[in-house]
């Protein structure tokens, strides 16, 4: 069909097997990508996105297509970088939803801008970041984020919102508990000129120990977690998965202290009061669930808390394995799981 709107570009029967980390083979009846986010109420009165509610996909690497998506799927494609402000200490951008996230986070650094160093190598685009609340090495993008713009479909108004109206919590937002409600356009970030980086993963301290490097630069730290997240996590382009799948389990402390007390060796985090964060990717492996395969669907070898596709596999052979891991869990610790990635075509409750 022809493309109505300047910079919209509308496809029929869209194959999205390249536009999703897993590499499930699943096709849209519509795919609708926007260059500006700033013609999306323009979009919103045209076929076939009138009447309905799209499912708004970024890099694709936060989603397990379970089934066909039965709206259109909508992209936004822009990728500019705006300084809005710069005192010489901080410098606030505005970015756009289509940047790609890892793009932003080395444009950043050589800027000599510091922050989102420890979030390197995180796939997906800048507007799924808020969403998911994203975090790696120490760090979250809430602690980072001035402000995120977003297009409400409902009213056609395009709107500011603040980092307290976001609603953060871990790997949580507003965004994520209303998905139809908010189309996230474009973030605002507040980072440091020549900041000292965050150096308080363990992890991040090792690596750059074994470097040889004392005095690390925000480079550095940012090629240590490079280094890290490619030794422990398989790429999407070699084979399919969505990187950390299940989110690590809060609990409260007493049945930490109990699971702590019968198992020594079980990080345990503090996180909040009278809660503790756990880790799913211990708990996982210590159900010997590491390697796991079901047909083209299993758990990484390399890794207990991403499920890959070997090849074939599709979106209800990946939640097949999903089910059997949270399952195996809860039965030898008693602790539920649940997913990172946003299920399309299915529920995560049975």
Not at 116 to 125: F, Q, R, S, V, Y
Not at 245 to 266: E, M, Q, S, W, Y
Not at 298 to 310: E, K, T, Y
Not at 340 to 347: D, K, V
Request: some cysteine; glycine content about 10%; proline content about 6%.
């Amino acid at each position: 069909m022809t493309d109505p709107i300047p910079g919209v570009r509308i496809t029929r029967d869209a194959d999205l097997r390249g536009l999703n980390t897993f590499g499930v083979d699943v096709r849209a009846a519509w795919l609708v990508e926007v260059d500006d986010a700033s013609r999306l109420a323009d979009v919103f009165a045209i076929e076939p996105v009138a009447g309905s509610t799209p499912l708004v996909l970024g890099g694709g690497s936060n989603v397990l297509f379970v089934g066909a998506p039965g709206d259109p799927v909508l992209r936004l494609t822009g990728t500019a970088i705006d300084v809005l402000a710069d005192d010489g200490d901080t410098v606030q951008l505005r970015v756009d939803a289509g940047v790609e996230w890892h793009t932003l986070v080395m444009r950043a650094i050589e800027e000599g801008l510091s922050g989102l160093e420890n979030l390197a190598l995180i796939p997906g685009t800048v507007g799924a970041a808020p969403i998911q609340n994203i975090g790696a090495y120490g760090v979250e993008v809430r602690e980072l984020i001035d402000a995120v713009h977003a297009f409400e479909p409902a009213t056609g108004r395009h709107v500011r919102m603040s980092n307290t109206d976001c609603a953060f919590a871990y790997r949580d937002s507003v965004f994520k508990h209303a998905p139809s409600r908010y189309i996230v356009t474009a973030v605002e970030f507040r980072l440091r000129r020549g900041g000292a980086p965050n150096l308080g993963y363990a992890g991040i301290a090792d690596e750059l120990a074994a470097r040889g490097i004392e005095s690390p630069t925000v480079r550095d730290v940012a090629d240590a977690v490079i280094a890290i997240r490619r030794r422990k996590l398989p790429d999407p382009a070699v084979i399919g998965n969505a990187g950390s799948f299940f989110k690590n389990p809060i609990v409260p402390a007493d049945v930490a202290d109990t699971l702590l007390a019968a198992n020594p060796r079980l990080p345990v985090f503090a996180a909040g009061d009278g809660l503790r964060k756990l880790s799913a990717a211990w708990l996982i492996d210590n159900a010997s669930l590491r390697g796991y395969r079901d047909g083209d669907a299993g758990v990484s070898p390399g890794h207990a808390l991403v499920l890959v596709n070997h090849g074939g596999a599709s979106g209800a052979d990946l939640l097949r394995v999903a089910r059997h891991v949270a399952a195996t869990v809860l039965n030898r610790f008693g602790v539920a799981l649940e997913p990172e990635p946003r299920l399309i075509g299915a529920t995560w409750a049975q």
